[in-house]
């Protein structure tokens, strides 16, 4: 467990910016995003909040550097004092521990829908949790390896996939530009800026960087990586199946998968294909934020054994995970889930930085 | 210790091992009934139920509804099914299955009561409902566990039976399996625009959401065999039958829609010979107006396409004035479809189901948010104007 000494460099940084954003929420978003804005403008908002969630980034970022070695759990402390530390500390874990449930209770849904019907949820997510654990308990080294090898894979043939659709496609879906004007595109980046969760990542990874200098540029490629899949799948969908048809759609973007066949492509239909990809990406953020949660616990509470925190945190993740009865409470979840992002790492560090700024803690800008 | 360590271990992997090879709720296929056409009639029941209910095996319902299922492939016993694909021996490539009922999944749910195999519905291609359901209800209601279920595609078709949906989808070729001819049929699209273009649940969905009325294909049905002709309209709120359009009105159609591609022109000369034109290149553009309140719509059709078939005897060179005329009479005969169609869409059945409201949406957002609540209504007052242009381009192999 030298857990500490693991360096990660700037692209294993943003792999793990990618892995994390990337997850159960692609697969509702074309749905929110667009129900919500209610014109074809759709990846304006999206374009428009990518931009957004860059800035906001960025300013986290800053945040972290002025505290070199140091994660989000640590440097609260010398910013507002102890207890208010603690309480701030205690909601991002909260946080990081209801994200890794949602991600599995989503996965559940989903393969129980198409994929595995007659299976017990538990048994689904039991085998899930368990490859989880193995995985983060060999530490950040073996976190990022494995990422390394899920992101080219998943994201490859999820573009591809996303493509493929493209038989469907119909420019005059995605017409008029700014048919309504500007004011449908703000209503949408609410839940845009909702699906860029994960850049909060970087609150405890930038301390293990070997160049905490470049933990910009590694969001800001993060987010332009992430951004554009989200374009691309919003394009896709909504210029397939149109805004209409997607409004009563559960999971819009396996929709469009299948929608359509191919006949002489090895295979004919792609959902489970894509399915069993996108269960990689959902894996790698449940991953991640029970690690993250993980770390959080030991570093909060000065804690030794980071092993046992991870093997205690699993009963409560899977209640969590159960708890909401129907998909609709899923959804809500996850829309407080955005709210909480919101509060928590888009203003707080701002906040926070402002603070440390004034009470000249922390060191010299790294 | 250590050996019991090592001890744990091996069981560990042994244990392992026996879980993962394994698969958890697997099914053979085999053992499952495949359905790849899905029939809806209006309700009347099969001998066989009205058999088994008298003799007390039925359970509350209205027989609203008749499903028809094709299984395929069919049954390889000798018992013999009401409506298979044949009636002789050996193996059948499908069997089609009927119920009766006033719920699609209860009515599905209740095969299982009668066939030892379950029906799965993952490779379902073709929905046909007949016209005479579609009247009684909406399709959003007929179709509604369809878009609802998880194992049926978004990508399977949709058409219209004009009599009974289950007489669609049942041939006298036995090694025939009718929905795959169906989807078969409506692949040929690009080479006559006489076929609509495929709906599927995903673009009828799409369609129904809209709020705007749409047209599906038609199948007519003949000793045994099937034929696609014309398409039937459905009114926008209600999703139920309205009324048909005829080959020839499907014909003028797709000079109103600019993806449609392909088709022949046939006219006949002054001597009263028969001349045919092949479209190969299309251009249209419609162009809304708006003036204040008022709505027009202009309609620009240009063609490029060969003369193919000229039964001039004797033949003569077709020299320029000869084909400007042949060009001329094309563009006319068109014009004259498109004014026939014209007709019907806004005066007969006052509905828009040639996509002119999309050009108006694209082009004049804000006027269309004003007139999208009643749009069909304020279609049928619209003025519409159009110029054809067809051009012979090629002569084909033969220059006489």
Redesign the interface.
Known sequence: MNDSRVKINTTQAVVIIVNYMLGAGILTLPRTTSSAVG?PDVWISILLSGLIVTGIGLILVTLCRRFPEKTVFQFTREITGRWIAYILGCVTILYFMIISAFEIRVMADVTG??L????PTW?IVMVFMWIGIYMISGGLGVIIRVFEIILPITLIIFVMEILLSNQ?FEI?NL??VL??GIMPVLKGLKPSLLSYTGYEVMLVITAYMQDPKKSNKAMTWGLTISTMVYLITVVMVVGS?????I???TWPTL?LV????IQGLIFE?F?SLLLVIWIMQIFSTFAITHYCASVGIRDLFRAKKIRWIMYALLPFIYLTAMMPKTVFETFALGDMLGNVSVVLFAILPLVLLLISIIRKKGGKRA | MISFRMCLRVTCAVFILCIISGC??SREIEDLSLYVGLGIDVGKETDFEKKISAQGGHYPKQNNVTATVQIAPGNSSSQKSQQSGSPSSGKESYSNEQLTGDSMLQIFRQFALRRDRPLIGHHLKVIVISKDIAKKYGLIQLLDFV?RD?DI???CLVLISHQRAVDVLTSDDPSRIPAFYLTGITNNAYISNKILEPV?L??L???M???SSFLLQNVLNANGEDKFSGGSIFAANTTKFLGELSQTDLEALSWLMPKKQGGVIKTYSKEGFTVLYEIKKKKIKIIPKVNGDDISFHVKAESEGWLMEDWRAPEEEEKGAYLKEMENDFAELVEQQIKQLLYKLQHTYKVDVAGFR?SI???Y??T??KVKGNWDEIFATIPITYEVKTSITNPGSSTE
Do not use: C, H, V
């Open positions: 014109t829908m198409y595995l019907e007659r299976t048994a469907l005059s017409r008029p048919g309504e199946l149109s805004l209409d048809g409004k009563t759609r929709d299948r929608s359509f066949e239909r959902e | 958890w709720s878009l998880n595609r978004p990508n599927s995903a673009k969905d799409a369609q959401q809209s709020g999309d949406r694209i082009k957002p804000k269309w948010k």
